[in-house]
């Protein structure tokens, strides 16, 4: 991932299908482990706590012996008794203190990484283009940057944390009752590696049933995000009973494989706490007898007893933290994908510049294309055409024809098989997609709002652009209206998608958007299609102003909006079958003339006709 504003990038992976092999193993939280390094003073600090506080946990049994032996075996002394409990008070303090500072060190890592990641996984899904999106839900990956980061942040803020420290304190338990008893401790290292084998075999059957139960949940989401998306269509059509139904099956399947998950690691927590406190019980035994004999004192049994306790609950916790591990190694492989996607489309190592100032001219050579959902099919075949600056070309033709698909490739979210585009005489493989864009203006179909308020979504065109600019815009629009007459005016919140406004009201932003954008080539795709009649002549008009003195491709369906055009371009089945005006198209009887037969006449045509 190249170097951007912001956090340090995170570890990529280079190729999803090297993703198969490393969902086996803890190995995808390297990625987690190298963002972490880009914190070191935070990082060292947590360690240290990690440290301080394990070890005074390991302090407190020693603490024990010393009142049992030294205390109370000086004939319970007062003085003697209080002066090792002045010990263990210390011993306390320094751990709740290390406690704190580890707690707050661990937990601030844990959400500046999940902070990290989202910002690199959207950032690098902001650079794909839309052939992604093809095969790939949004609503899926939404999922993953919600649950699959929070499942990061416990891992990095508690999981690692406790499996740390109860690694540390295991080792330095096991040393410690070696230097308490030898003979009991080398009984307890024999009886680990017995742990660690049950270990290995339910770990492994845990992660595959782990990355299952992810993509379960992330399921789920998708399908909320649907559901809730098209609420209206779903009650309009009664459908609610189904969507209950498909989303009960998704949340008993999920349910399903939580249950094996849980049954895999109650089953591994059951039979490793056994082997450990079942070998821990034996050795206190076998401890309890050379205290009798007088081998050892009654201090040293007390403390090994309270550290074989702290060990077999370091190496009992260790199983149950392994299964987090497991889910995080699992949710960070799966967010590893996302930041491991390239785009296909991006700038070469030397973009060509475009001529400044721009000229507007849009140029198709020969081109072809297939969409890479669909490489039987072509979507354009051997299309050329030249669009001159100021000139204002319409693309018509029956749906399928192909003229959509012409846009994508004119702001070059796509590139042709074959054929060349070209935008003022220079390749756009050859030049910077930013600077592409940056001369293109587009009036969608749908005016595409934001959940955010009128003024952002206006100067989405030009981000810098002032309020009286707004307003200018705004007005050129037909828009200035309706806009002063909302409630906060400028900053009203439109709503999800612009809900609060009209089909209009909604289109005429999105023309005033492209006002201020202020390009010299204007793509507008339908602008005018889904409109009511007033709509629609505030919206002609408001599109006329726009596309004076611009280089302007215009596809409708309505043939009314495009008789004024310069030339009009009929496609079919992703060619170009005629061109020229409206009236000589309209007399040669061709496609052009049967379509706009069946617009204009369709009123006058008699059962017969």
């Not at 002066?83 to 306390?92: A, K, P, T």
């Amino acid at each position: 991932m190249e170097p951007a504003a912001g956090p340090a990038p995170l570890a990529q992976t280079p190729d999803i299908a090297a993703e198969a092999p490393r969902r086996r193993s803890l190995s995808p939280l390297v990625m987690i482990w190298r963002q972490l390094l880009n914190y070191p003073g935070r990082l060292v600090t947590a360690g240290l706590a990690l440290i301080v506080t394990a070890s005074a946990t390991l302090a407190i049994p020693a603490g024990f012996r010393l009142v049992i032996d030294r205390g109370f075996g000086n004939g319970g002394n007062p003085a003697d008794i209080g002066r090792w409990f002045e010990y263990l008070l210390l011993i306390v303090t320094v751990l709740a203190i290390g406690t704190a500072v580890r707690f707050y060190s661990v937990s601030w890592l844990g959400e500046r990484v999940v902070a990290d990641v989202r910002l690199a996984v959207q950032g690098n899904l902001l650079r794909l283009s839309p052939s992604f999106f093809e095969e790939n839900s949004p609503k899926e990956i939404a999922s993953r940057m919600t649950a699959d980061t929070a499942i990061v942040e416990q891992v990095v803020g508690s999981t690692v944390s406790v499996a740390l420290r109860n690694a540390i304190m295991a080792v330095g338990g096991v040393i410690y009752l070696f230097a308490l008893a030898p003979q009991l401790t080398l009984g307890l290292v024999i009886a680990i590696p017995v742990v660690i084998l049950p270990i290995a075999f339910f770990g492994r059957k845990l992660r595959t049933v782990s990355r299952t139960s992810q993509d379960r949940v992330a399921d789920i989401g998708a399908l909320v995000a649907e559901v809730l998306g098209a609420l209206r269509v779903v009650q309009a059509f009664n459908q609610e009973k189904r969507e209950a139904g498909r989303f009960g099956a998704a949340v008993e399947r999920t349910f399903e494989v939580a249950k094996r998950r849980i049954m895999i690691r109650a089953v591994m927590t059951a039979v490793i706490m056994f082997l450990i406190f079942g070998s821990i019980t034996l050795l206190m035994w076998r401890g309890a007898i050379d205290v009798a004999n007088g081998v050892i004192s009654g201090g040293t049994i007390a403390a090994f007893v309270v550290t074989g306790g702290i060990v077999a609950g370091a190496f009992g916790s260790l199983t149950e933290v392994y299964g987090d591990l497991v889910r995080g190694a699992g949710a960070a492989s799966r967010l590893a994908e996302l930041l491991g996607e390239r785009p296909l489309i991006a700038a070469p190592t030397r973009p060509l510049a475009l001529p400044s100032p721009p000229r507007g001219q849009i140029a198709f050579e020969r081109v072809t294309f297939r969409y890479p959902s669909r490489p039987q099919q072509a979507s354009v075949r051997e299309f050329s055409l030249t669009v001159e600056p100021g000139e204002t070309v319409a693309i018509v033709g029956p749906s399928g024809a192909g003229k959509s698909t012409l846009f994508l490739l004119a702001e070059r979210f796509y590139d042709p098989q074959t054929g060349v585009i070209k935008i003022d005489g220079v390749p756009l493989t050859s030049a910077d997609p930013e600077e592409v864009r940056r001369r293109i203006a587009l009036v969608p179909q749908e005016g595409v709002l934001f959940a955010a308020d009128a003024r952002d979504n206006l100067r989405y065109g030009r981000w810098d652009a002032s309020d009286e600019q707004i307003w200018e815009a705004a007005r050129a629009a037909n828009a200035e209206t309706f806009l002063r007459e909302l409630p906060q005016g400028l900053d009203t919140f439109l709503g999800e998608g612009g809900a609060r406004l009209s089909g209009g009201q909604r289109q005429r932003l999105a023309i005033a958007r492209a006002i201020l954008r202020d390009a010299p080539i204007l793509l507008l795709d339908e602008a005018t299609s889904a409109l009511d009649a007033e709509s629609e002549r505030l919206v002609q008009d408001a599109l006329d102003r726009l596309m004076a003195d611009r280089t302007t491709l215009v596809i409708a369906h309505r043939l009314a909006t495009v008789r004024q055009a310069d030339r009009i371009v009929v496609m079919d089945e992703g060619r170009i079958v005629e061109e020229g005006t409206h009236e000589r198209l309209s007399a040669a009887g061709g496609l052009y003339a049967r379509l706009a037969a069946l617009q204009f006449d369709a009123p006058h045509i008699t059962p017969h006709g």
